[in-house]
Every structure is written in structure tokens, then in C-alpha cells.
Nanobody, 126 residues
Framework: QLQLVESGGGLVQQGGSLKLSCAAS????????ISWFRQAPGKEREGVSC????????AYADSVKGRFTISRDNAKNTVYLQMNSLRPEDTAVYYC???????????????????WGQGTQVTVSS
């Protein structure tokens, strides 16, 4: 079946780094824009970053610009989110999502994303 699996989450101190991975099984990611979302307790799920199917276009939320980098390796059927200079407010469950759209326009809309992973917890201590 079609599945996205996130990994790489964990506990890190403020200022530290983590690299999340989103691996697909049952389908190839090549034709999908892939986005990362996060959801903190009591808050709505928010879009963090997106990468187009070609990898040429990327987009970031203002809160993570300059600190997070999204990339993809289509040969490995995997998308990554490198997170540097982490802050306590980055603490959340992080989800990856695949959109049948090839670009990132409107990626923050939950309904635009058709397949979701189960999430991985990121906790940043102060």
C-alpha cells in the first residue's frame, strides 16, 4: 500500500540539529511535491516547508527560513528536512505529506496534500 514513513526525530538541546527523513513505499515520490508539516500540542498543524517534484522549487515558513533546509533524493525515494539552530518553539510532531501537484503553490493547505506519514516527535529543550 502507499505509505510515507518519517524518521529522525528525537530530543535535542536548543541550538542543536536534527535531520528528518521521509521515505515512501508502494509508490515513487518523483512525481509529487513533498511538504513537511508540524503540530504542537494544542495548536493547528502548520506547513513548514515544501519541495517541488523536480526539486527546483522550495518554500519555507518564515519561522524556519535560514534554519531548515528541505531536499530530496529521488533515487532513494526519500525527502529530508535538515533542521539547524533548533529552538524550543520547534517542538512538535513533524509530518511529511505528498501532493499530486508538482509544485509548492498553496502547500500549506492540508487538503492539497493527499498522502500523510504517521509523524515523528521532535523535542527541543531549553
Amino acid at each position: 500500500q502507499l505509505q510515507l514513513v518519517e524518521s529522525g526525530g528525537g530530543l535535542v538541546q536548543q541550538g542543536g540539529s536534527l535531520k528528518l527523513s521521509c521515505a515512501a513505499s508502494g509508490f515513487t515520490l518523483n512525481y509529487y511535491a513533498i511538504s513537511w508539516f508540524r503540530q504542537a500540542p494544542g495548536k493547528e498543524r502548520e506547513g513548514v516547508s515544501c519541495i517541488s517534484s523536480s526539486g527546483v522549487i522550495t518554500a519555507y515558513a518564515d519561522s524556519v527560513k535560514g534554519r531548515f533546509t528541505i531536499s530530496r533524493d529521488n533515487a532513494k525515494n526519500t525527502v529530508y528536512l535538515q533542521m539547524n539552530s533548533l529552538r524550543p518553539e520547534d517542538t512538535a510532531v513533524y509530518y511529511c505529506a505528498a501532493s499530486l501537484n508538482s509544485g509548492c503553490a498553496g502547500y500549506v493547505s492540508l487538503s492539497q496534500n493527499h498522502y500523510w506519514g504517521q509523524g515523528t516527535q521532535v523535542t527541543v529543550s531549553s
